[in-house]
Each structure stands twice: as C-alpha cells, then as structure tokens.
C-alpha cells in the first residue's frame, strides 16, 4: 500500500510568487491534514478535510493560503503571494477516521527568497 | 489552549544505555497521546497511541507509558538505528482531530 506522497520535495521562489503544494493521501482515507513546521518551533494543524469538505481550517495563517481537495482524493495548498514567513516544511497526512493514527507524508520544504 | 512540553530537547546515549523521553502535556478532555519518529528529511511515523492513563504500548526497544498529566517513552538497551527526533503529539477536546505536537526530542545513539 502506498504512503502519503507529497510534491515537490523541495520548493524555492522568489516572496510574491505563488506556489501550489500537492498531497496524494493513502486511498481509502477520507481525512486528510495540512500540517506546517516553520524552523525552530513545533509542528502545527493547518486545516482538516473530510472528503472535500474543510473540517476545521482554525490553523490557517491568513488569506493567502488557499487548500482545496476537489473529488475528494488529492488535496492541494497554494500560497498566493508567498512571504519570507511562509518558508517551512509543509506536512501532508492522512487517516481512515478522525480518532485513528496519522499517517504523514515527507514533506514539502518551501523556501521563499 | 492545549500545550505539549517534550524534555529533554536533546539526549546523548551509548549503545545500550537504557534511558526515558518524557512528554508533559496540559489538555482539555484528552482523546489521545500519539508518539512518532522522525528521521532527517523525512515525516514523523507513526509508532503508538495511548488513550487512558494506566495503559502501556511496547514495540521492540520502545515502549510507551501514560499518566494523567505525561507519557513517558523508554528506550531499552538503544542501537545506532534508535537514533532520530520522537515527536509527542496529543489530540483532545470534543469534535475535533487535530494533533497538538510538542517539539520533539532528539536522540542520539553512539556505537
């Protein structure tokens, strides 16, 4: 069974440019959960989808940042237009039900220049 | 608000020198306490999930323990291998399945 598969690995860009991360969750689970590690500080929630539906986006840091899981599988995060403060390394999980384990993805480390 | 405090922030070992991570958390209305491991360069994998105080998970050199204010994760007898960052992490309240990480310990075993 595959993993939780996030793209690109690595992200540089220039702040005012746009960035659009992918997440492919491990099929058959309906949660799915954006995590962001800025460095130096611990592992935060950004939002939660359930199916395609948002759950919970309490931990999403502004407006610029727009997710979306149309159908319901594959999940994406876009920054529009990135700060130097959004650089990190974005997480990606997913669970079969809300009070099961996470299961995560690589990451994603976005470095805005 | 729910906090998560890992201790300590860094720990040193021989191979084979048994030792204790210790995560403190202050919650409301725990559902959850969750344990993973971190290599460089990858995400956290998951290891255990402890649900009430009392209960006890172990798998190969680990084994993790919770009380109604901390869990406890101990390392018998580390190898090279144990060597990695263990995340902390607990889910609570009502309605909601978001983790809440602390900031993780990071393990480093000798040979």
């Known amino acids: 069974e595959a993993g939780v598969t996030q793209f690109p690995s690595h992200s540089v860009i220039e702040k005012g440019q746009t960035v659009t991360l992918r997440c492919d969750p491990i099929?058959?689970?309906?949660?799915l959960y954006w995590y962001r590690r800025v460095m130096g500080k611990e592992i935060k929630f950004l939002l939660h989808?359930?199916?395609?539906?948002?759950?919970?986006e309490s931990g999403m840091p502004n407006n610029r940042f727009l997710a979306e899981r149309t159908g319901g599988t594959y999940s994406t995060l876009k920054v529009q237009p990135a700060e130097l403060e959004d650089s990190g390394v974005y997480f990606c999980?997913?669970?079969?039900?809300?009070?099961?384990?996470?299961?995560f993805g690589q990451g994603t480390r976005l470095t805005v220049v | 608000e729910d906090q998560v405090t890992q201790s300590p922030e860094a720990l040193r070992l021989q191979e084979g020198e048994s030792s204790s991570l210790n995560c403190s958390y202050t919650?409301?209305?725990?559902?959850?306490l969750f344990w993973y491991r971190q290599d460089p360069g990858k995400g956290p994998e998951f290891l255990f999930t402890?649900?009430?105080a009392g209960e006890e998970k172990e798998k190969e050199r680990l084994k993790a323990t919770l009380t109604k204010k901390e869990s406890f994760l101990h390392i018998t007898a580390p190898k090279p291998e144990d060597s990695a960052t263990y995340l902390c992490?607990?889910?609570?309240?009502?309605?909601?399945?978001?983790?809440?990480f602390g900031k993780g310990t990071m393990l480093l075993v000798s040979p």
């Open positions: 999980a997913s669970s079969r039900t809300p009070n099961t384990e996470a299961f």
């Open positions: 099929s058959g689970h309906d949660n």
């Open positions: 989808f359930v199916k395609e539906s948002k759950q919970d």
């Open positions: 919650v409301s209305g725990l559902r959850g």
């Open positions: 402890l649900y009430s």
């Open positions: 992490a607990v889910q609570a309240g009502s309605g909601y399945s978001t983790l809440t």
